[in-house]
């Protein structure tokens, strides 16, 4: 939970909610309360393109992927794990 991510010198990078660091998957939860202001929205941005131009996907859940007892969410974590090469 909330690993801190570091570029190839070490330096501090960002800190997803959850990492699968073997599949360089970042997961996050956006919560309507912490991720709807102008502000938080510009923050997220910038960690999903600090994010990519380390070579790490992420994926976004929301309270709708939570449902169904987060069916959703392990749905689309499975898919882009399933676009990154792992095994069916």
Request: a positive charge; aromatic letters at 6%.
């Amino acid at each position: 939970m909330n690993p801190l991510i570091c570029d190839e010198r070490g330096r501090r990078c960002f800190r997803p909610d959850l990492a699968l660091r073997k599949w360089r998957l970042a997961i996050q939860y956006d919560g309507a309360e912490v991720h709807s202001t102008a502000e938080r929205v510009l923050l997220d941005v910038r960690r999903q393109e600090t994010a990519e131009l380390l070579g790490w996907t992420e994926v976004r859940i929301t309270k709708d992927h939570m449902r169904s007892n987060g069916t959703g969410a392990v749905q689309k974590i499975l898919g882009k794990l399933r676009e990154q090469g792992y095994p069916s």
